[in-house]
């Protein structure tokens, strides 16, 4: 139980370089529509100036490149520029991708055991597509990210893909992930986009499920699915905050930065510790903190308690 966490003095720990490959999949075209997935399993690829306001399509190389140069520039914020995130982004055609040997609606209708199993197999498949296709060493990468046609099951529909990090124990259980030697032993799978009206940004969403990648715990209340930490929190509902741009709200553009327990948790904060009455200076948060200042302060309260 977490009683007082508010701030932390800042480590001072080496940059770390984290280079992430990221693979971009799409399924066989539904002919019919399926009334049960958003889309028909292939990329967005229509003119800006026809579809969304937010989010623009084309979904293509360099609507890619920008999440993931926004991934970057978020962590390196976060982490104060103690990690550093390179990418490298297939197939490396503008309107490429993979396409998948199942439908999207495969894929995302499991429940419980099996649709983490269908989780997996995406992600096999998806790095098998790669390894036919590309010459890649994958032992360079420190992380793997899928990028599927189509919105994720937290705003879309009932069986649309969910958005996920795979454990080493779904490896474990499901089979490991092998290509020319290389075990793959965790990875990310995430949607083109968050929302089909354009009003729910990826940029959030993405810098959750990396999240868990580093280490981070998931801090909503799982049993009900509603809030626990609130929007204070990445790893809680704080992906999600909500600006208004030009009169109109949208959600997930701009993530709150991880809260001060998070950075705590990553090893980037150090707590200072109070146990008496006294007087403390404390920096704010958007401030670029002079070295040694104190960012934040834990209290104890009883064993385990803070």
Same mark, same amino acid.
């Given at each position: 139980?977490?009683?007082?966490?508010?701030?932390? +003095?800042?480590?001072?720990?080496?940059?770390?370089?984290?280079?992430?490959?990221?693979?971009? /999949?799409?399924?066989?075209?539904?002919?019919?529509?399926?009334?049960? +997935?958003?889309?028909?399993?292939?990329? %967005?690829?229509?003119?800006?100036?026809?579809?969304?306001?937010?989010?623009?399509?084309?979904?293509?190389?360099?609507?890619?490149?920008?999440?993931?140069?926004?991934?970057?520039?978020?962590?390196?914020?976060?982490?104060?520029?103690? !990690?550093? !995130?390179? *990418?490298?982004?297939?197939?490396?055609?503008?309107?490429?991708?993979? +396409?998948?040997?199942?439908?999207?609606?495969?894929?995302?209708?499991?429940?419980?055991?099996? =649709?983490?199993?269908?989780?997996?197999?995406?992600?096999?498949?998806? @790095?098998?597509?790669?390894?036919?296709?590309?010459?890649?060493?994958?032992?360079?990468?420190?992380?793997?990210?899928?990028?599927?046609?189509?919105?994720?099951?937290?705003?879309?529909?009932?069986? %649309?893909?969910?958005?996920?990090?795979?454990?080493?124990?779904? *490896?474990?259980?499901?089979?490991?992930? /092998?290509?020319?030697?290389?075990?793959?032993?965790?990875?990310? $799978?995430?949607?083109?986009? =968050?929302?089909? +009206?354009?009003?729910?940004? !990826?940029?959030?969403?993405?810098?959750?499920?990396?999240?868990?990648?580093?280490?981070?715990?998931?801090?909503?209340?799982?049993?009900?699915?509603?809030?626990?930490?609130?929007?204070?929190?990445?790893?809680?509902?704080?992906?999600?905050?909500?600006?208004? @741009?030009?009169?109109?709200? /949208?959600?997930?553009?701009?993530?709150?930065?991880?809260?001060?327990?998070?950075?705590?948790? !990553?090893?980037?904060?150090?707590?200072?510790?109070?146990?008496?009455?006294?007087? $403390?200076?404390?920096?704010? =948060?958007?401030?670029?903190?002079?070295?040694?200042?104190?960012?934040?302060?834990? @209290?104890?309260?009883?064993?385990?308690?803070?």
């Amino acid at each position: 139980m977490w009683v007082i966490i508010a701030l932390l +003095t800042v480590s001072s720990a080496a940059s770390q370089d984290w280079p992430v490959l990221a693979v971009r /999949v799409s399924f066989p075209e539904e002919v019919p529509d399926e009334p049960t +997935t958003t889309g028909r399993g292939r990329f %967005d690829l229509r003119s800006p100036d026809d579809t969304l306001r937010y989010d623009l399509p084309p979904h293509d190389r360099r609507y890619f490149e920008a999440h993931l140069r926004a991934l970057g520039q978020y962590w390196y914020a976060a982490s104060g520029g103690r !990690l550093v !995130l390179s *990418f490298d982004l297939y197939p490396k055609e503008d309107t490429a991708s993979y +396409t998948m040997p199942r439908p999207l609606v495969w894929y995302g209708s499991g429940r419980g055991d099996e =649709a983490t199993a269908r989780l997996v197999r995406l992600f096999k498949d998806a @790095v098998a597509a790669l390894d036919s296709a590309e010459d890649v060493d994958l032992s360079k990468f420190r992380s793997v990210i899928v990028f599927h046609a189509g919105v994720g099951r937290e705003t879309g529909r009932y069986n %649309d893909i969910p958005s996920a990090y795979l454990t080493p124990e779904d *490896f474990e259980k499901y089979g490991p992930v /092998v290509v020319g030697g290389d075990t793959l032993r965790e990875g990310m $799978i995430l949607p083109e986009m =968050a929302d089909t +009206t354009g009003r729910i940004g !990826l940029n959030g969403l993405l810098a959750k499920v990396f999240g868990y990648s580093l280490g981070l715990p998931e801090l909503s209340n799982a049993e009900d699915g509603l809030p626990a930490m609130g929007g204070w929190s990445l790893m809680d509902v704080g992906w999600l905050n909500p600006i208004v @741009v030009q009169g109109t709200t /949208v959600w997930g553009f701009v993530p709150c930065l991880p809260s001060a327990w998070e950075l705590m948790r !990553l090893g980037w904060l150090e707590p200072l510790e109070v146990v008496r009455d006294t007087t $403390i200076w404390v920096c704010a =948060a958007h401030l670029e903190p002079p070295k040694g200042a104190v960012r934040a302060v834990k @209290v104890p309260v009883g064993p385990g308690e803070y």
